[in-house]
């Protein structure tokens, strides 16, 4: 992917966490993002304060394929599947919309 392409993500994303992320939880909440290639992932991390450290749990994956964005749900074993409900799209943005509606709670706790 190109750089350009990748800038224009994450300003979308640095947007969307300081939206969805208030700042009086910061401290105890945390959302980032990891690229791999075409594969995004974005993860929740938390304090573990007894190890002075940060746990991470991977909340949606958005990997790029054949010019479509395909969306993935985290499962507890560390392991992605792809979400049927969410088809496969050009737009980046409409599939981090379609994550965060959550229609079939997958991603987030309510």
């Known amino acids: ?57 991977d909340i949606a994956q958005f990997r790029r394929e054949a010019g479509d964005w395909r969306v993935y749900a985290g499962k507890k074993d560390g392991s992605f599947v792809p979400v049927p409900s969410i088809p496969p799209h050009p737009d980046f943005e409409k599939q981090l919309e379609q994550v965060e509606q959550d229609s079939e709670g997958l991603f987030w706790i309510s």
Do not use: Q
């Open 1 to 57: 992917m190109d750089s350009f392409t990748i800038k224009r993500l994450e300003k979308i994303l640095d947007g969307y966490i300081d939206l969805k992320v208030p700042g009086n939880v910061r401290s105890s909440v945390r959302l980032a993002y990891e690229w791999n290639d075409d594969t995004l992932t974005l993860c929740e991390r938390r304090p573990d304060l007894p190890k002075r450290d940060w746990i991470r749990a």
